[in-house]
Every structure is written in structure tokens, then in C-alpha cells.
């Protein structure tokens, strides 16, 4: 049984940072594709960043060049890094597992693709 439980959410100030860790169990980390997907209020849910089995990386513009994704294969974890954080980035942070060690170009950012999903932690940036 696959199970993804995110971790490292909390409130911070405008300009700060979090990191957030997803730790996998029944599914090894190094041999899939993942991403983080956020949901604001009343939006749909959105990708924020994937990373495939060879550590190639895809990212969302709104975060590019202040999150940061990683694996830690030993531990079977899962890590999105968010610095210079934004109020717009108030948003419940998901981690999500695909079946694949690489996804067309199209999917990388499409929920249906990924099979597994976290239950989600909140992110609040305030102002």
C-alpha cells in the first residue's frame, strides 16, 4: 500500500522560508517521477514543481528560481525547499507519485497523472 504524508508546513512571513518533506512508504522514491501540486482557496489545483527518476526537473514559472525539489533516496523522502516565499503562495502543498519513471511533456503538470497523492500541509505566507 502507497502512502505519502507530507510534512514542514506552517506560517511564515513574506520573504521566508519552509521546507516541506514528503515521506513515502510501499513506494521507492528514486524509481518514479513526483512533483508538488498546491491548491489555493476556491482554485484548482495547480503544479509547482516535478523531478524524474534520472533528477530531472520541471517548475511551475510562479516558483521558479525560489522552490527547489530534491530526493533523498536513503530516506525515502521527497523534499520541495521554498524560499523568498509570497503571499500568493498560501496554498495547501500536495506531494504526488506517479507509476512512471518519465511522463510525456504534456503531463508534467497534470493531477490524472500522478496515482498517489499526500493528504496535503498548509502553507501560509502572510504580508
Known amino acids: 500500500q502507497v502512502q505519502l504524508v507530507e510534512s514542514g508546513g506552517g506560517s511564515v512571513q513574506s520573504g521566508g522560508s519552509l521546507r516541506l518533506s514528503c515521506a513515502a512508504s510501499?513506494?521507492?522514491?528514486?524509481?518514479?517521477?513526483m512533483g508538488w501540486f498546491r491548491q489555493a482557496p476556491g482554485k484548482q489545483r495547480e503544479g509547482v514543481v516535478v523531478i524524474d527518476i534520472d533528477g530531472s526537473t520541471t517548475y511551475a514559472d510562479s516558483v521558479k528560481g525560489r522552490f527547489s525539489i530534491s530526493r533523498d533516496n536513503a530516506k525515502n523522502t521527497l523534499y520541495l525547499h521554498m524560499n523568498s516565499l509570497k503571499p500568493e503562495d498560501t496554498a495547501m502543498y500536495f506531494c504526488?507519485?506517479?507509476?512512471?519513471?518519465?511522463?510525456?511533456?504534456?503531463?508534467?503538470?497534470?493531477?490524472?497523472?500522478?496515482?498517489?497523492w499526500g493528504q496535503g500541509t498548509q502553507v501560509t505566507v502572510s504580508s
Open positions: 510501499g513506494y521507492t522514491v528514486s524509481s518514479y517521477c
Open positions: 504526488a507519485a506517479t507509476s512512471s519513471a518519465r511522463l510525456p511533456v504534456f503531463a508534467t503538470f497534470a493531477p490524472s497523472w500522478y496515482n498517489y
